[in-house]
């Protein structure tokens, strides 16, 4: 087949652009180009990435795309971590509100918060992932159990205990709150300091004490696996707890 002698346009349309690859940093396809989405001074804010399952959407920041020939990088991130973020309608416009809550909910890719890769050791990790941890007998265990804040509204469900296996103790439940809590289109779970839950058997709920709804769902958005040093210090600075004494731990934003 005679290669095309054209010359090659230097100045491309965004119909030009949709289907494009989009890889991570590593060369690997994450989906293809959808959308671009633009500021009210014209400025590329988002790449709309359609990840081909069930036809999702995300946003990635335009500052992190590199523009490769017939491909845009996803550089800092890999396809693990793209495939993470909120789903993103066409249909639902990016008001203040929402944006606010994206950094908020998501700051490691729309916020200032470090990447999880360069945030500090590993300490506190999923019961399920603890193979020397077990909890002490006659402990309850309230995975599946209801959520409720302060305020006596019900956040969610907890879904997992987090734990420190040198200390061998449970430090949070990850809790699967509920979707009228907030805009974005997410299956959302938060971190909450064990410090601060009542269990009570007989109803199988747990009570987040000092906090409302509202706060709970504030909290930054927990994507499962390990907790780094940053989101721990978050997690506690957001309860008005004390972060653990790590010397080479970044700060949490207040």
Known sequence: MTESTAPRAMVLRTRDLVGWDVTDREGT????????????????????????????????????????????????WTSAQVKSLPAYEPSVPLTAATLEEMERAHPRFYGD????????????????????????????????????????ERVGTVREMLVDPVAMKVRFISVDLADD????????????PMETVELRERGQDAWIQGSTAAQVAALPAYIGGPVDRWMERAVLHAFGQPAPDYDDAPEAQS
Do not use: M, Y
């Open 29 to 76: 396809k994450v989906g293809d180009l959808a959308d671009l989405l633009f500021t009210r001074e014209g400025k590329i804010r988002f790449v709309a990435v359609n990840l081909g399952l069930f036809r999702k959407q995300v946003l990635v920041p335009a500052e992190v795309i590199e523009w490769g020939p017939g491909a845009l990088v996803v550089s800092p």
């Open 113 to 152: 918060a470090p990447a999880a890769e360069d945030a500090g050791e590993h300490r506190i990790v999923p019961l399920g992932e603890a193979r020397d941890f077990k909890l002490a007998k006659g402990a309850p265990d309230p995975r599946g159990w209801t959520v409720f804040a302060g305020d006596n």
């Open 181 to 192: 809590l907030f805009n974005l289109k997410e299956d959302r779970h938060v971190l909450v």
